[in-house]
């Protein structure tokens, strides 16, 4: 794990060597500080759930943002062939890219916590939503990761990495939406196959080990296809 833990260092200087960071983490709390307030101030709502029905909109946009130039990048540099050429594997590789964007996303989440501190100085905050909504935020946030990062894995073009990731995403985000178009048995694998379906019940505080299994699951399907990507890579 030591080379793991080397890559995932090498990855977050690079993201805040940069802009990145620093701008995701700006706009993330500034977007979910106002969707925080407003109900509560305008509308005397103390409550999580528009905090993180946003956080969780926002990561859409977000995540394949962070993920764009996992691979994509390394390929137009010409320093991905450099890269696995040291004594570390694929796996080592593409776990330490993960890393790194689950740290920044963790740091972002982290920095929500005024919110819950403000809601159990003002009101009665609902413990096993909030437990339940960062739960989902982090897992939906690995999972964004996983896929954005197999998407990079396919092109040398950040943009088109982009663009991919988040087509990904979003349609995984969507299956629940069209649930009322489709046949009941494919709406009921439509419906499972949604991030937003698990996200929603994790976030009325209802940790089932089912919704937990599905985010692993899928980030780790994304995770061994993009070790397949790189293993077709031509020497």
């Not at 409550?47 to 943002?65: D, E, G, K, T, Y």
Request: charged share 10%; hydrophobic share 55%.
């Amino acid at each position: 794990m030591y080379a793991t833990w080397t890559l995932t260092k090498r990855e977050l200087q690079a993201f805040f060597d940069g802009p990145a960071a620093y701008v995701v983490l700006s706009v993330f709390l500034a977007i979910t500080g106002w969707f925080f307030a407003n109900p509560l101030f305008l509308q005397n709502e103390a409550s999580l759930r528009s905090m993180f029905s946003i956080a969780s909109f926002v990561f859409l946009f977000f995540v394949p943002a962070l993920t764009m130039s996992s691979f994509a990048e390394e390929r137009r540099a010409g320093t991905l062939e450099l890269l696995l050429t040291f004594p570390v594997q694929d796996w080592q590789v593409i776990l330490g890219k993960l890393l790194s964007v689950a740290l920044l996303l963790v740091a972002a989440i982290s920095l929500t916590f005024v919110y819950v501190i403000s809601l159990s100085i003002l009101g009665d905050l609902d413990f096993g939503a909030t437990v339940g909504g960062y739960l989902g935020l982090l897992l939906l946030g690995i999972t964004y990761g996983a896929i954005g990062i197999c998407a990079s894995s396919l092109t040398r073009n950040q943009i088109v990495a982009f663009i991919l990731g988040f087509a990904i995403i979003f349609a995984f985000f969507l299956f629940d939406k069209v649930v009322d178009f489709v046949p009941g048995w494919l709406g009921s694998i439509l419906q499972y196959l949604s991030t937003d379906y698990h996200f929603e019940n994790l976030m009325r505080g209802v940790i089932d080990s089912r919704d937990v299994l599905f985010y692993l699951s899928l980030s780790a399907f994304a995770f061994l296809l993009t070790i397949y990507n790189l293993a077709k890579r031509p020497e």
